[in-house]
């Protein structure tokens, strides 16, 4: 059985900026920002760190592919720097990466950067770069995740009106919440009145085009208390990568995702959950739409395979519930900037944990869970942190 | 009778037509809309077919050329006088679609609205000889006229294709005759999109002269009396004119094969074998048809129907074709139907590397069957999705027909005519595709629906128009596959 991660690496510093249509901010200012909010968080100087990984989707202006976004952006010279990209896993793995190196003792202090500026692309949604110029011609990530909408209620039952219930949930959460994209509440009925973009989803199903960046500073588990009280450690991390064109897997059965349901597997493990629902205090979850949040319950576990209506029909997953999904408003309210997600998520989780969330603040959070779905359902990353 | 002598040896043996389809493009746009954009009425009562946004005279003609059901050829013999590529043989790129053998004959006709008979000719002449058979010859157009002509109504867009061989032979071509005469009627220059008109009475005086040489020549040839022809076809020039026409030329009305102008319109040199096609599938064992080809001269050719035409099935017949139409809501939708990849040629600029190892795979659709496991996976892999065989894994051929597994209807795709309706689809005889569907009602898309394959514009760039799959409703008669 291979080695677990579990409470080798800890979280001491986290940043995030806040999410929206930044118009005025550049990719690097937001990097900068999110960075030295963590430094100062965790109570460091820049000179301190040894590592960083920087989760990004689209290429830099300049950068292009390489790490020397990162580099340039926090004039952090002569130090190793890797860019990760993972579909939208892509902040979640770049975490990942640095707790391999940290737990592999090769470093004691590493930063990870999760940072994309959506606004400054030229179209609207998600530009998907490096497809086949046939094959998935018309592809967009709303219409792809609606043929598993379609698909589950075919199979389960469910309509439009079980997806806008999840809307309305991570609307009140953003509500709440002072650096989430959108601050308001929304209805039923608005949800269900807005535009349609790719049947069953309509305007509200669909999480926003937002720029942001987030920030952590991990480090040894047992340097942590060195530099703060209350160090929030890793208790198991999964990775699963399937097909990237599960449209053309006759075996597929479209009613959920199988990268979640497995590296969700390897998470539990190593950190040894064995009942997810009743030992998890507090999960952010990824709810690109609105569909995928219900598929996200019984893919990690919280129900059985077509019962996820029914946890959010039920208000399990509302902050009052016996199970909070994305207090912080999630991808739909908070914003998804694809490789800053995964970084925000693990610093709401924080909050959560250290008991500093304040109006969204999860009752004697323990245990939480963040995971990252990316591409069409095609890859996924499952952290488990906890006290 | 005929009394096969040296000069006409390619009617020794009875050599005809094996099968024949035609294929209407779903959208139609009301003649009084066109008029009305214009402030006029219209000239022709009723409606013309139209192309959708993703759809030309190929695209139309593999659908005529499915609608045969043939598994393999001797050749394909592509008439088109809007035919996409003028330097790329078109008819290659059907005989790719079909999945065709490479080793067989393949030809466009162009040039003419004779262009449809001149190719039926010379698969004739091919049979006649002794080449693998049948030929497939296909005709299809999608005429342009100038807005707020008579003749932007009177067109229409269509394909229609017959299998010509010797084998299960439902119309056996008696007598044939041509005539070339340089008379101008409608024309086109290297340089003009549109078709410049001479239609007038002169005209039609022109094409009753024509056409009488060559079937004066046929009749004589076969020792028949107009009167003893069951069935002509004459193609229309000029909607005005054309019951005047037949009478001029020796026949009663209700030896004219209907034209379909109120609902179809003129379909470009795809015509004579529309309406040869129209018909058949009406034909008596022992009709005797009369098809003329009008065009800088006329081709006519006697065909005797045999009693094989009883068992013919046709797969989707022209009346269900019609039944099945999708109307412009405006006259500008019409137009941006035609015109839209006149102005995006924005595509992706492809490499011909790139082309031929992943396009012409996709056009062809091959995929990978399992020879462990049975599974049929699409695109082609080296191993195996299920059971990871590496060794037991061939090329296959994959089914153009197939049922919807779940859908989406997109507004965010970018599109000139959005919502896209993209599908997962489960091919007949396995296999997953992932298929924009095209020609629907977005409100008539359901899973489990059937669904045929069609080949489509996808985009264009780079000197290329990319094709590519895409999925269509089954229509109700649509089901089958046709015999013969």
Redesign the interface.
Known sequence: MAESLKDKVAIIGIGCTKFGELHDKSLSELMAEAAFAAYEDAGIEPERVEAAWLGTFSPGFGGGKASVTLADALRLYGKPITRVENYCATGTDAFRNACLAVAAGVYEVVLVVGAEKLRDRPVRGLQREGTHPYLEAGATPPGLFALAANRYFHRFGGDRRTLAKVAVKNHHNGALNPKAHFRMEVSEEQVLAAPLVAYPFGLYDCCPTTDGAAAVVICRADRARQFREDPIYVKGIGLAVETGWPFFDPTFEYIGFPATVAAAAEAYRMAGIRNPVREISVAEVHDCFTWTEISNYEDLGFCKKGEGRYFIEEGRSALAGDLPVNPSGGLKSFGHPIGASGVRMLTEIVLQLRGQAGARQVKNAELGLVHNLGGPGSVACVVVLGR | MIEPDDETSWALGMIGITGHAVYLPRHRIGREKIAAAHGGKPVLEGERTAIGFDEDALTLALEAVQGLGLSACGGIYFASTTAPYLERMNAALLAAACDFPEEIAVADFAHSLRAGTVALMAALDRVAVGEQEPIVVVSADTREASPESPEEQWFGDGAAALAVGREHVVAEAKARASVSDDFLDFVRRDKDERVTSFASRFTMEGYCRIVRRAIVRVLEESGLQPSEVTRVILPPMDPRLTVRAAAELGFRAEQVQETFLERVGMIGCATPLFLLSAALERAQPGDRILLVGYGSGADAVLFEVTPLIEDYVVRDPIAEQLRRGLRFPSYERFRKAREYFRHHDE??V?SNVFYEK??VR?IRLRGTECGECG?????PTRIC??CQSKTSLREVSLGRRGEV?????????P?PMP??V?A?V?VEG?????L?MTDVE?SEVR?GMRVRLTLRR??AGGGLY?Y?WKCRPEGRSDGGEPQG
């Open positions: 595509g992706p492809l992943e396009e996709a599974l049929r996976q699409f695109p999705q299920r597994f779940t859908y989406t209807v997109d507004w965010l795709t599109s919502p896209t993209l997962v489960d396995g296999g997953r595709l992932y924009q977005p899973i996808l985009g990319h590519y």
